[in-house]
């Protein structure tokens, strides 16, 4: 039995894919009977890195998703739309839907799997998340009899990539971004790493699969490393740690069982961490549960192998159901969406964490006092507080504090801020507990 296939998209991914298509050698059996019917380009004339039939390619990708002979529609066209109207369309005509897209999939989830669902389709999203790791099905599968308890993430190669650099060459941000874009490892427009929002994207999707409920992408907290510099990244390895961004979710234990906490933003890490020699381009994924306990899950974040290889992994799976399968099979509730409810997210606000924080004073007598008062009249607890230096006149204080409640540390900080001998508050990075 063939199963035919349309691509909307030849990019990266996109090319990476058909690439593993037409070479089925030393894989899976199931992949010589995949027919790529059509392939959705922008433009017929572009030099193509594979070779396809003409009759394959076309830029009318509303004939792929309408097609009556193609069974599977694998989107890889990235962005918001056209990707979700025609994923939407090709439900609505009964084909099956392997996507690479978080974007679309964080903010439009729960549309697309209540249509897949009342179509009797399924959407799979491998690739959406950790390039070719493989998270999104031990999450569904492996994983289901554990009550998870965290998700812990780097999951942007190109914000670890950069911190990477700062953290082995001292380098400040502007100096590793620009070469991140020379190498192609940054957009022309980093907006969507630099600032968060992609890896905000990414654990609202595994927060849904791991927690067992639907997640509102707005309500993931989201912090960049834009203000990360090369000095708090030294004061960090003295202090036994390295920053990287981290994408979290977590659930609250007992009565409040069902709420999470979801955000994103640079983090300091104790160098004996798991996630602390995740460096580069590569991407790490710490899952806790009951009663396994931690499991960690490693590997390349993006290109076209890595992405691909979880593209083709999906495929492979929904041609496997339709070529063992009766007429109109039941979904498979491992490999479809089957909740439905909301999660509650808790307001960063009510985090409760450790902190790093540096300031900048004027070097007077009782300055020291002073801050460890401010944090005082708070219940904020201090672990450490140590001057390191002088920077422009100013004496360099970093303070490590102990766990507080991210409430009560922004207004310790707001009236610190106000004392005379402070001049700046160059950064606060939140410490990993």
Known sequence: MTVKIGLLGLGTVGTGTVEILQEPQGRSPLLKAIEIKAVGVRSLDKPRQVNLPPEVLTTDLETIVTDPDIAIVVELMGGLEPARSLILQAIAHKKHIVTANKAVIARYGPEIYEAANQHGVYVLLEAAVGGGIPIIKPLKQSLGGNRIESIVGILNGTTNYILSRMTSEGADFDEVLTAAQQLG????????????????????????????????????????????????????????????????????????????????????????????????????????????????????????????????????????????????????PLLSCTHQHYCQVSSIEDLVTRFYCRFLCADVPGVIGHLGMGFGNHGVSLESLVQIGFTDGCAEIVVVTHDVREGDYRAALEEISQLEAVKEIPSVIRVLS
């Not at 907006?191 to 699969?209: Q, T, Y």
């Not at 590569?282 to 396994?292: C, E, I, Q, R, S």
């Not at 390349?300 to 063992?324: E, F, H, K, L, Y």
Request: with cysteine; glycine share 12%.
């Open 185 to 332: 490892y940054a957009e022309a427009d980093p907006s969507a790493d630099v600032d968060g929002l992609d890896a905000a994207d990414k654990i609202a999707i595994l927060a849904s699969l791991g927690f067992g409920g639907r997640v509102k992408r707005e309500d993931v907290a989201c912090e960049g490393i834009r203000s990360v510099s090369a000095v708090d990244i030294a004061y960090a390895d003295r202090l036994g740690f390295v920053i990287k961004l981290l994408a979290i979710a977590d659930g609250n234990a007992g009565e409040n069982s069902e709420t999470l906490q979801l955000r994103v933003h640079p983090t300091l890490i104790a160098k004996a961490h798991p996630l602390a020699s995740v460096n580069g381009v590569y991407n790490g994924v710490l899952v806790t549960g009951d009663p396994l306990g931690q499991v960690m899950f490693y590997g390349r974040g993006a290109g076209a192998g890595p992405t691909a290889s979880a593209v083709v992994s999906d495929v492979i799976n929904i041609v496997g159901i339709i070529t063992s399968s009766d007429e109109n099979p039941a979904l498979d």
